[in-house]
Nanobody, 124 residues
Framework: QVQLLESGGGLVQAGGSLRLSCAASGRTSSRASTAWFRQVPGKEREFVACIDWNGGVLYVPDSLKGRFTISRDNTKNTVYLQMNNLRPEDTAVYFC?????????????????WGQGTQVTVSS
């Protein structure tokens, strides 16, 4: 069983930055891909970014590209989401998710396990 633990969320002013971390433990797959999603109350979970097992392939939607960057450090079993120039509309609970097959996907249902989420609040 794999456990994912997000950290790094908090309250930040618009224009500020945060770096989220997703630490994996347990029976992790060496080829697992990892993604970040976010969700606000009353809305569906939204894809943010994904990265393959060694960081060689990654994807961030055009709407977030230039502000959000995903990376990983396999020596620490951790995936990061660097968020710059934050906006109030980025306020959400951010979740990381893992997929043992290693394939990248923007679809929530494609992922095998999830963290509990970390709150990001951006004030105007």
């Amino acid at each position: 069983q794999v456990q994912l633990l997000e950290s790094g969320g908090g309250l930040v002013q618009a224009g500020g930055s945060l770096r989220l971390s997703c630490a994996a433990s347990g029976r992790t797959s060496s080829r697992a891909s990892t993604a970040w999603f976010r969700q606000v109350p009353g809305k569906e979970r939204e894809f943010v970014a994904c990265i393959d097992w060694n960081g060689g392939v990654l994807y961030v939607p055009d709407s977030l590209k230039g502000r959000f960057t995903i990376s990983r450090d396999n020596t620490k079993n951790t995936v990061y989401l660097q968020m710059n120039n934050l906006r109030p509309e980025d306020t959400a609970v951010y979740f990381c998710a893992g997929r043992d097959s290693g394939q990248l996907s923007v679809v929530v249902a494609a992922y095998d396990y999830w963290g509990q989420g970390t709150q990001v609040t951006v004030s105007s």
